[in-house]
Nanobody
């Protein structure tokens, strides 16, 4: 059973940056779509950014566009989320997960939790004001 391992979270001030990483030794990241998700206090888990197995045109939720960048190193089976200009409203638990490869996901236009699997324990991001 695949399970992701997230790292890189921490406590930063408003405007700061963090880089999250995600690995899973049992999974070839080049063969699946991958996504970053977060659960903000009192809210349901939501998609932040997802990248297709093709590597084309990542999806970003509106609130992080221009601030967050998703990337992957398929040789190292690692997924990244560079988070810049962090805001207090970004505070929450961040998770990564995988989605099976499909001809329908060459370009991702959404990032829904129900399409993904392999949820790890997450990494906490806290942004102080």
């Amino acid at each position: 059973q695949v399970q992701m391992v997230e790292s890189g979270g921490g406590l930063v001030q408003t405007g700061g940056s963090l880089r999250l990483s995600c690995t899973a030794s049992e999974l070839a990241f080049g063969d699946v779509s991958m996504g970053w998700f977060r659960q903000l206090p009192g809210k349901e888990r939501e998609g932040v950014s997802c990248i297709s197995w093709s590597g084309r045109e990542p999806y970003y939720t509106d609130s992080v566009k221009g601030r967050f960048t998703i990337s992957r190193d398929t040789a190292k089976n690692t997924l990244f989320l560079q988070m810049n200009d962090l805001k207090p409203e970004d505070t929450g638990m961040y998770y990564c997960a995988a989605r099976k490869r499909s001809h329908l996901t060459v370009v991702l236009t959404s990032c829904n939790t129900y399409d993904y699997y392999g949820w790890g324990q997450g990494t906490q991001v806290t942004v102080s004001s």
